[in-house]
């Protein structure tokens, strides 16, 4: 009788310091799955990619900033809406000279920087919707603004790490 009793409560023992564990394991499985089901269903394209140069390789200021830009477009080609775009990672330069650019709220006023706005009048980058991005340059504009022409290399890379690539001449 002692024995069944101590038995029982061995049992009891062990299952409370067995089952929270268990507990937190299927947890972070769980959580697990979302994040990679997440990101499987995450895909972009970068679509396009230009500068402020004319057919000549003359700076023209077509927004009039005053700042050199560069514009890339990039679609979502994903099956789910890609949040927090102000969290996007771009990298950008030539070879050689590839450097992260920070989103304008992360700059601190310098340059570059990049900002971004929907296209088509879409308020999200929702399924089979465009981002354009313009990364901004302050390198003499107006008058002599420095950036050459040639190869250039950029990458779009979303919060969840999901990127795409391109290079583009100008």
């Known amino acids: 009788m002692l024995l069944t009793i101590a038995g029982v409560i061995a049992a009891v023992a062990v299952m409370n310091a067995v089952y929270p564990a268990v507990t937190r394991s299927s947890a972070a499985v769980a959580s697990a799955s979302g994040t990679v089901d997440e990101r499987i269903r995450t895909n972009i394209s970068v679509v396009q990619s230009v500068g402020e140069l004319d057919s000549g390789s003359s700076w ?55 900002s971004y706005s929907y296209e088509g009048g879409a ?13 901004k340059f302050d390198d003499g504009c107006p008058g002599s603004c420095i950036q050459s022409t040639g190869t250039y290399f950029i990458r779009v890379i979303t919060p969840n790490g999901v990127a795409a690539e391109s290079y583009f001449s100008m």
Do not use: C, M
Request: hydrophobic fraction near 40%; avoid cysteine.
């Open 60 to 114: 023209v200021d077509t927004n009039s900033n005053s700042l050199f830009d560069f514009y890339v477009w990039s679609k979502n080609v994903g099956d789910i809406r890609i949040p927090a775009v102000d969290e996007v990672d771009i990298f950008f330069g030539q070879p050689g000279g590839i450097v992260r650019i920070p989103h304008e709220d992360d700059a601190g006023g310098s340059y570059p920087q990049w």
């Open 123 to 135: 308020t999200e980058w929702g399924i089979a919707s465009t981002v354009k991005f313009d990364i």
